[in-house]
């Protein structure tokens, strides 16, 4: 806050927003009012620059006002991720009571903090690579990491013991190839190469976390989240394990509810692979051209022909980390062959994939609870063929294939309940109805109806009242300030019955109500708000 503005002078609703912030300094806080979020101060300066909104002022109980920007509650993901995406870490302080029912100030707490290696948003991410939060925690015995893409559930780990300098190198190298957007590191890391190389990498937002919890603890939080067969991947791994448990508190910070799609520990073992130092990646240009830094000419835009952005991403690690096993290599080799020898196969197999959504980060959205009606619509679409799929690789001559085909669950019970309760074309939001298909849901079914028959009272209201004042151009209009009114021009006036209560007088008519009409429109907008929630709920 702005050294002008005392805080004792301060409004109640800015003094919260400064108690907050007090708590997040390493984040821009989004203060939700009404409609808006809205931020104040110094962090309102950074994010209207930063997104080219209109800086405007707020009365604060100061003489001079407080600086301050604001964005539709609706549109709020957008605007965060290009906050996210520019390097910043954001804070939604969410209204947590209904402001009806609120006495004085509305309760307001701390419901996200979103960051780069955080952020689920599908349209924010690209979607042929990875989005890695990387943590890593050093001691005297070497170094321990893990990276995780929490938007698909990815979490990979893995150990380098040896010197400084070895580590250090090796450390590097494998930075450079899980290309993280945000770092987790333990605050006495002291590996100064590795800490030079991360100062000069501004775009990689790097935190600093106290490593003063003791290793039962630790180990207690990684068996608690990711179960004891993962806890027994891992346990005897301890320096990699204490960096899962802090990546694991970073990232259940504010999420305190299970993410089901962070299930499972893959070991990473780096000496399996084939070492490229990260000038070699760089001259080989795997991910991008030298010249001009675009991905234009890269292997990967060369090679890149995966029918889902699930096999792009796949293609994209396999470049980072060459085979070097004759056996995996003859395997992959092996599988390759066959479908090139059998085109017709192989185009069968592109005619199944055509339909398939990225449906490892829509499982993470779901795992968040951050998924919406067309998301589900999307995963519908994308298991539909699945059944049939599965059926067809079974038939292959091919062992290796038909294995894989066996590993590939049923779906059919999930694709049912959504293809039943979805309507095809849902809206984007999920708090205003029109989600759920009729005969899903009884009650739903009934105050539907009861609404429908309320509307169709409205229409025959409005046609009684027209035969009985003789006035033609009598209408029944909703406006969401002022609900139903009956609406009457000027020259009719004379004709308005004495029944009729006036509620708003417009340039070139005037607005009624009546004791029916009240009737009405309680019963359509009431219904309307009980569908809504109940929908929501469904």
């Known amino acids: 806050m702005n050294s002008d503005f005392k805080y004792d002078k301060l409004t109640p609703m800015l003094r919260h927003y400064v108690d907050v912030k007090k708590n997040f300094e390493d984040s821009l806080l989004l203060y939700r009012v009404g409609d808006f979020y809205e ?17 405007t002022g ?12 604001g ?21 939604l302080c969410d209204q947590v009571e209904d402001p009806k029912m609120a006495k004085g100030l509305v309760k307001r707490a701390i419901t996200r903090v979103i960051s780069p290696g955080t952020i689920i948003d599908l349209e924010s991410l690209d979607k042929k690579e990875n989005n890695f939060l990387l943590s890593i925690y050093e001691n005297k015995y070497g170094i321990g990491a893990c990276f995780s893409d929490i938007s698909t559930g990815k979490l990979m780990a893995f150990e380098i013991r040896n010197n400084q300098s070895i580590s250090a190198n090796k450390l590097i190298d494998e930075i450079e190839k899980i290309s993280p ?10 590996n100064k190469k590795v800490l030079k190389y991360l100062n000069l990498n501004k775009e990689i937002l790097i935190n600093k976390i106290d490593d003063n919890k003791d290793y039962e603890s630790l180990s207690e939080n990684v068996y608690k989240n990711l179960g004891v067969e993962n806890f027994k991947k891992i346990e005897n791994m301890r320096i990699s394990l204490i960096a899962i448990s802090n990546l694991l508190d970073y990232i ?52 890149d022909k995966a029918d889902t952005v699930m096999g792009s991403r796949l293609l994209n690690m396999w470049l980072e980390r060459p085979l070097i096993e004759k056996e995996k290599i003859d395997k992959r080799l092996d599988l390759v062959e066959f479908f090139f020898l059998n085109p017709d196969l192989s185009n069968k197999v592109s005619y199944f994939l055509d339909d398939i959504f990225d449906l490892e980060r829509i499982i993470g959205k779901i795992s968040y609870q951050r998924a919406n009606a067309r998301d589900f619509i999307s995963l519908k679409t994308s298991i539909r063929n699945i059944p049939e799929f599965k059926k067809f690789l079974a038939g292959l001559d091919n062992k290796d294939i038909i294995s894989f085909s066996k590993n590939l669950p ?69 406006n969401k300030n002022n609900g ?6 000027k020259s009719n006036l004379d004709l308005v019955p004495d029944t009729y209560i006036r509620k708003q007088t417009l340039i070139n008519r005037e607005r009624y109500t009546t004791e029916r009409l009240e009737e009405l429109s309680n019963l359509i907008l009431g219904s309307s708000d009980r569908i809504n929630n109940l929908e929501y709920e469904v």
């Open 39 to 55: 931020a104040f101060f110094d962090d309102a300066i950074i994010i209207s620059k930063n997104l080219q909104l209109a800086l």
């Open 58 to 69: 707020k009365e604060c109980g100061h003489d001079k006002r407080a600086p301050m920007c």
């Open 181 to 190: 957007s945000e770092i987790i590191i333990n605050s006495n890391f002291s």
């Open 252 to 303: 259940y910070s504010y999420h305190k509810e299970k993410l089901a799609h962070i299930n499972d520990i893959e070991i990473l073992d780096i000496a399996s692979y084939m070492q490229l130092d990260a000038n070699t990646r760089r001259n080989l240009e795997l991910h991008s051209n030298i010249d001009k830094k675009g991905k234009d000419n890269s292997l990967f835009k060369l090679i």
């Open 484 to 489: 139903y009114s009956i609406e009457i021009t």
């Open 410 to 478: 049923d779906v059919s019970n999930i694709y049912d309940i959504l293809d039943k309760s979805i309507v095809d074309d849902p809206p984007v939001l999920i708090t205003e109805g029109e989600i759920i298909k009729e005969g899903f849901n009884d009650d739903l079914d009934k105050l539907k109806k009861d609404s429908l028959s309320a509307e169709n009272d409205l229409i025959a209201y409005e046609n009684e009242q027209k035969e009985k004042t003789g006035i033609n151009k009598l209408k029944i209009n909703y």
């Open 71 to 91: 964005v539709p509650h609706h549109v709020i993901d957008t605007y965060i991720n290009k906050l996210v995406q520019n390097g910043f870490k954001i804070a």
